[in-house]
């Protein structure tokens, strides 16, 4: 079955980066496409971009231009997350999400990123 | 970019009720790019509906999408201990998805 396991939680600094990882296994990696969404607690959920594990290319909602890289390994099914510059407001849960371009069927279980000086 | 407003919120319901949620969109969504899902309290989202109205995998058939255009509907026919969650809306059109804003389904 499709399982989605994401790195541990994190604590930054304002400024800093953090990188969250989300390995893909059950299924052929390039099959999917993978999103990211946040949540910021007690929030809805905002999507951040998409990556296509065949080939690599990306799409990035505005809010987030300039501010987050995603990049994938298929030696060993991984996406990355890369998002800069943190400040408080990125306080939040961060998930990978593997499905179509349109939607997103299977979840990683979470990891929550703390932005806090 | 498509913004989704999704109403009531809260809904407050007794088991074995009905359900009713509704999603508006700013501007006309493909029915085959309109999508809901269910999140549980601490816990990840989970697929229920795409295309509107097709069951993801594992769904219940107490859950139904109707709608098209602009209004979109998720129904379920009797509520369940389990249901009673926060679901939210979801779209894709010009390379973006976007999300609503969520309803929480809670216990009456």
């Known amino acids: 079955q499709v399982q989605l396991v994401q790195s541990g939680a994190e604590v930054k600094k304002p400024g800093a980066s953090v990188k969250v990882s989300c390995k893909a296994s059950g299924y052929t990696f390039t099959s999917y496409y993978m999103h990211w969404v946040r949540q910021a607690p007690g929030q809805g959920l905002e999507w951040m971009g998409i990556i296509n594990p065949n080939g690599g290319s990306t799409t990035y909602t505005q809010k987030f231009q300039g501010r987050v890289t995603m990049t994938r390994d298929t030696s060993t099914s991984t996406v990355y997350m890369d998002l800069s510059s943190l400040r408080s407001e990125d306080t939040a849960v961060y998930y990978c999400a593997a499905g179509g371009s349109t939607r997103l069927d299977h979840w990683g279980q979470g990891t929550l990123v703390t932005v806090s000086s | 970019e498509v913004v989704l407003t999704q109403s009531p919120g809260p809904l407050s319901l007794s088991p074995g009720e009905r359900a009713t949620l509704s999603c508006r969109a700013s501007q006309s969504v493909s029915s085959s790019y309109l999508a809901w899902y269910q999140q549980k309290a601490g816990q990840a989202p989970r697929l229920l509906i795409y295309g509107a109205s097709n069951r993801a995998t594992g769904t219940p058939d107490r859950f139904s999408g109707s709608g098209s255009g602009t209004d979109f509907t998720l129904t379920i026919s009797r509520l369940e201990p389990e249901d009673f969650a926060v679901y939210y809306c979801?779209?894709?059109?010009?390379?973006?998805?976007?999300f609503g804003g969520g309803t929480k389904v809670e216990i009456k």
């Open positions: 979801q779209q894709y059109g010009n390379s973006l998805l976007t």
